[in-house]
């Protein structure tokens, strides 16, 4: 390891070159004594609620009329479907209020963060990330946290207008506190990978558009009526689950059972989607 | 051992002793160690597929054998037009992009076998950083200390500090995509020198920056220099900046180092040739014998141009000149000694896009 070697800057070759005769450029660098010592590492925590703490804090200047548009959409499209669809806890009163609630959280998670993605990765932003020494779980988990928690107010709001509306029972709206986080997760995972894997940010714009599309029309139809293929989509969908926990609240007498198995799965699908996420990232950010 | 002076020539073999400010500094005490050692590195760009209405695009060698040294304490530059490979050259050395071939040691570790130690050994300032772009100043600055492993308290109180050293305490609640370019820069040099690293790599950092903000960075670096040793990777295609700060420059044209020397000795290179520069009102008056005779050896751009010529031969030119009709068509001149830009054209650097600012 010690010792002396001479280092060129030599054009041409770009070999290294004793001192001599030969045209060097540059200068004589010695070896390293030693390995400098690594600075620590961030560990997953402090680096996820740091980059949460910052997600927020901008989600809170840039993020609040879009979220207003948001909420006012589902408001909006629950208004609409109030004129074809009789109140009361029928099956299709219950999918539309549910689906519109989701909704908020697909068109936050899914669409907002897809663009997120797409464009910090096009201007290059993932550089920042990368050069420092995080978890790359820590960036995707602290985005997406940050933008599932945002959609909170949005989701509260649409989903009591829209009880409200259809004259649905309130009591179970606290399943809405496992709906945001696990369908935030699942939704907001998709996203960060749409958005890190769209080779070019508009494509991933448009992924994003389509996913709450889908989210959209899946959500607040009820499905008994859809086509099969329809139903498979739907099954397909990471929304779906948290949407049919919700939609099971809405009864008069709710299956709890069914309602902890549709939140299981909406578990297991963020589980997959933010490892789905936290590769995507990696594979961006090492180009 | 290394000695005080140095070899230092050109590619041609154009032989010129140089006595390097920074070799007779370290020759008292035994050089410094290497920060950075970087040799016979390459890197090549694929070839695109042509798709609709865009032809093939030829695969680039954007690294060509890149061998340099850096010395640990040292400001050492990249100079070279856009397009040199200066980023690309930056980018291997921060872990960012594997290269092809060659080898990256950085403060004694091997970063082509462990690119993901870059970020525990180095800060890295990239040409665009998007990523802090709705972030307050100070945010910004705290989140990326904690980032680099800090914990909150000391991150607060570290980007406090930095923010006041560059002057931006009275922007730290501005958020970044609010404020103009070169404070949004110099927020951006904050948020790299939080947390504390031996090796700063920054891609051109004083992109925008008014003088004053300039000097803030300047003295920022000199200070963790003279405090920590820390060793600086500047790019730049700034010379006059590239004069004032670096203590070598490595000169980068297309992908190869053409010269790596002190300002001063690359200076030398051209020897004692000075740069005239004649800008003229419209046309050149062609029927003056004299300047008839410059027209050969003058390197247009518009209606300027740019000699280089032995001090004797640019007096009897600026004489030429000053006076008759060739001084009623004359709109400027300028008589400079030689820059880094002059050491560049004379190594044969096939771009341009130097800027003197």
């Known amino acids: 390891m010690r010792g002396v070697s001479t280092l060129s800057a030599e054009a041409g070759t770009g070999r290294p070159t004793a001192g001599g005769g030969e045209p060097v450029v540059g200068a004589t660098v010695p070896e390293a004594a030693e390995p400098a010592e690594l600075a620590p590492a961030a560990r997953l925590w402090p680096a996820l609620s740091a980059v949460y703490r910052a997600q927020l804090s901008r989600a809170r200047v840039a993020r609040i009329p879009l979220l207003f548009v948001a909420t006012f959409q589902s408001i909006g499209i629950m208004v609409l479907m109030r004129g074809v669809v009789a109140a009361g806890p029928g099956e299709e009163a219950r999918a539309v209020v549910a689906g519109a609630s989701v909704l908020v959280v697909a068109f936050v998670g899914l669409n907002l963060l897809a663009q997120y993605f797409g464009q910090l990765r096009a201007a290059g932003g993932l550089d920042h990330y990368a050069t420092l020494p995080v978890p790359p779980a820590a960036v995707v988990l602290g985005v997406a946290a940050a933008y599932a928690s945002f959609t909170v107010p949005g989701v509260l709001v649409t989903a009591l207008t829209g009880s409200l509306l259809f004259q649905l029972p309130l009591t179970g709206l606290w399943v809405l506190l496992a709906v945001i986080p696990l369908s935030g997760a699942a939704l907001a995972g998709l996203g960060a990978a749409l958005g890190l894997l769209a080779p070019r940010p508009e494509l991933a714009t448009v992924c994003g558009q389509l996913g709450m599309s889908a989210a959209l029309l899946l959500g607040v139809l009820p499905p008994s009526g859809m086509p099969l293929p329809l139903q498979w989509a739907r099954d397909l969908l990471p929304s779906t689950y948290g949407v049919e926990a919700l939609m099971a609240t809405f009864e008069p007498a709710p299956d709890w059972g069914s309602v902890m198995v549709d939140l299981g799965v909406c578990a297991a699908v963020g589980v997959v989607s933010l490892l789905l996420a936290a590769w995507a990232y990696r594979h961006a950010a090492r180009r | ?357």
């Open chain 2, 1 to 357: 051992m290394e000695t005080g002076a140095r070899h230092s020539k050109t590619v041609d073999g154009n032989a010129e002793d140089t006595v390097s400010a920074a070799g007779t500094a370290h020759a008292a005490a035994g050089p410094a160690p290497a920060a950075i050692t970087v040799t016979d590195l390459v890197k090549t760009y694929p070839a695109r597929r042509a798709r609709r209405g865009r032809p093939v695009a030829e695969p680039v060698r954007a690294s060509d054998g890149i061998s340099l040294g850096v010395r640990r304490g040292e400001v050492f530059g990249l100079l070279g037009p856009n397009g040199a490979g200066k980023s690309t050259l930056v980018r291997q050395l921060t872990g960012l992009l594997r290269p092809d071939s060659g080898e990256i040691h950085v403060l004694g570790h091997d970063l082509v076998r462990h690119p993901q130690r870059a970020a525990r050994l180095l800060a890295y300032l990239g040409q665009e950083t998007t990523a802090l772009d709705e972030l307050s100043v100070l945010l910004a600055a705290e989140t990326t200390a904690r980032l680099r492993g800090l914990a909150a308290d000391a991150a607060r109180a570290e980007a406090t500090a930095v923010l006041a050293e560059l002057g931006l305490t009275p922007l730290a609640e501005r958020p970044l995509k609010r404020l103009s370019g070169g404070e949004r820069r110099l927020a951006h040099v904050a948020a790299a020198l939080v947390g504390e690293r031996g090796l700063l790599v920054l891609d051109e950092p004083t992109t925008g920056m008014d003088p004053l903000a300039r000097r803030a960075v300047w003295a920022a670096i000199d200070r963790r220099r003279a405090e920590r040793g820390t060793t600086v990777l500047l790019v730049t295609h700034n010379v006059i900046e590239a004069e004032t700060v670096l203590d070598r420059v490595a000169v980068i044209d297309q992908g190869r180092v053409i010269a790596c020397d002190t300002p001063g000795g690359l200076k030398a290179l051209v020897g004692d040739d000075v740069r005239l520069d004649l800008v003229w009102r419209s046309e050149p008056p062609l029927h003056v014998p004299e300047v008839a005779a410059l027209e050969g050896q003058a390197q247009r751009t518009g209606r300027r141009w740019t000699l280089r010529l032995s001090p004797a031969d640019a007096r009897a030119a600026v004489t030429a000149v000053t006076s008759g009709p060739a001084f009623a068509a004359l709109d400027d001149f300028t008589l400079a000694t030689p820059s880094l830009e002059d050491v560049y054209l004379a190594l044969g650097g096939s771009g341009e896009g130097l800027v003197r600012m």
